[in-house]
């Protein structure tokens, strides 16, 4: 739903053994930005609600730190983006759930 929520129209997925050695999710969204990143894996967090009254206008799939931050516990989750507005890409790591510094990319 992560790339759905972004607006993407396009959507690849390439799995590697079942999944169990890599599963790779690229699509043409929106993009999160830098300062986003490292709570995009963080257990309840999104940058979906600026205020309470965001719940009475929700339109979204999901909220994307739920799914993430199962993922980012028991893998290397690696989250690769960039917005229009930025000139490059930024890719964040987690280990062990645990954001490292986001890097250009």
Do not use: W
């Not at 967090?45 to 600026?50: G, I, M, P, V």
Request: hydrophobic share 30%; with cysteine; glycine share 8%.
């Amino acid at each position: 739903e992560n790339c759905l929520d972004a607006g993407s129209t396009q959507i690849t997925i390439k799995v590697e053994k079942g999944g169990l050695a890599k599963l790779t999710i690229q699509d043409n969204g929106c993009g999160i930005p830098k300062e986003d990143l490292a709570l995009a894996a963080t257990r309840h967090a999104t940058s979906k609600l600026r205020s309470v009254q965001d719940f009475h206008s929700l339109a979204t799939y999901g909220f994307r730190g739920e799914a993430l931050a199962s993922i980012s516990m028991v893998s290397q989750l690696t989250i690769t983006s960039r917005t229009a507005s930025s000139p490059v890409g930024f890719t964040q790591v987690y280990r062990n759930g645990t954001p490292t510094n986001p890097q250009p990319r």
